[in-house]
């Protein structure tokens, strides 16, 4: 009996575009012989199941179920193909731990946790990860931009605390930059992340558990032709990707212990995107954990998945198998 998979894209953050687009890219690569997939969009209008015609059922939220037809469709695992709230933050996984239906990312307390970057630096730093200074803000709490600017040194990184895909974010060099900034990233969280920049070159490094076994895909350099991996640099051309990246030996096996200590502390499950840059003298820094990383064509794990000689079928598949194993 083929397997029944659920596709869940969409949600309710700016990042939904992307999610459109990492589905796409799975759905195409799942192998339609092993797995009945339907591509299910949780949106702020509804959860559906949208059919190739177009007419769209409506998901059973009950038991997450479908009624198509006569038919009664219950699946048998979860892909989550959707970034940001509430598929990347702990809240799907909770709710699907609750009806029982397993599911391809993190748990629900990692899924949350790394989803707030404040508290993923935190709990990396007490690890001995190396991360930036930071200054943790919440609009309901006053705060004043003088404060910020003697706590920290310029330039500075000024982001939504819960967010992804670089939206809302801003890179600082004059202080006087710095009010605008924080009300671009409040237009987008209640929470504000300021972290000092880190000198170095930009890596990031995919790490997923397949057959047991903890496993660090090629690594990937980010050389953005902005001024940092915004928006425009990943998703409109606007960098160059090097995979692997062009690094000897001893840089090589630093990211790739750093990221796989990360992957255990963290107790992660699937496959998770890990960002660094890699100061010359101190080594790798951590920026943050993506547990639920985009898989759209100028996504960086597609890139990684091919560099180490897999094609996006078997890595699409060896994630369902291990979710049906239990993770
Ligand atoms: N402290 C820092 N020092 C140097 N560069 C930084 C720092 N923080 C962020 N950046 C730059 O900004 C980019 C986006 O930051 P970050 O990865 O934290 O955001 P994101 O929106 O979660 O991204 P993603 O699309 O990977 O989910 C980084 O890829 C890097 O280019
Ligand atoms: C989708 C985006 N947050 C990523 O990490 O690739
Ligand atoms: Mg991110
Ligand atoms: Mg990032």
Redesign the pocket.
């Known amino acids: 009996m083929k397997k029944k998979i659920a596709l869940v894209t969409g949600g309710y953050s700016g990042e939904a575009v992307i999610s459109y687009k990492s589905a796409r890219t799975i759905y195409n690569n799942l192998d339609k012989a092993k797995y009945d997939v339907y591509t299910i969009d949780i949106n702020p209008e509804g959860w559906y199941y949208e059919h190739e015609d177009g007419q769209k059922t409506l998901v059973n939220r009950e038991n997450f179920t479908l009624t198509v037809g006569a038919e009664l469709v219950r699946f048998d695992a979860v892909f989550v193909g959707l970034h940001g709230t509430p598929g990347e933050d702990g809240k799907l996984q909770g709710y699907f731990d609750m009806i029982g239906l397993p599911y391809s990312s993190c748990n629900a307390a990692t899924s949350a946790l790394t989803f707030n970057?404040r508290y993923t630096v935190a709990v990396a730093a007490m690890a001995g990860i190396n991360v930036?200074k930071s200054v943790h803000l919440f609009k309901h709490t006053p705060h004043d931009v003088n404060d910020v600017l003697d706590r920290l040194r310029l330039p500075v990184?000024v982001?939504p605390n819960n967010?992804?895909?670089?939206?809302g974010?801003s890179k600082v060099t004059e202080g006087g930059q710095l009010a605008a900034a924080l009300e671009k990233a409040f237009a987008e969280d209640d929470q504000v992340l300021v972290?000092?920049?880190?000198n170095g070159r930009?890596f990031t490094v995919g790490v997923y558990r397949a057959e047991g076994r903890i496993n660090v895909l090629p690594i990937t350099e980010?050389i953005?032709h902005n001024e940092?991996?915004d928006f425009e640099a990943?998703y409109q051309g606007k960098s160059s990707e090097v995979t692997p990246a062009d690094i000897d030996e001893s840089w090589k096996k630093n990211l790739e212990d750093a990221a796989t200590r990360i992957y255990e502390v963290f107790n992660c499950r699937g496959v998770v995107r890990i960002?660094f840059?890699y100061n010359d003298e101190k080594g790798p820094h951590m920026?943050?954990i993506?547990t639920v990383p985009?898989q759209s064509e100028a996504s960086v794990i597609p890139q990684q998945v091919r560099a180490a000689g897999m094609n996006l079928q078997d890595f699409y598949g060896a994630l369902v198998e291990q979710t049906l194993a239990g993770g």
């Open positions: 970057k930036a990184f982001k967010g992804g895909s670089s939206i974010m972290e000092e920049m880190i930009e980010i953005a940092f991996f990943k960002d840059i920026l943050e993506n985009g």
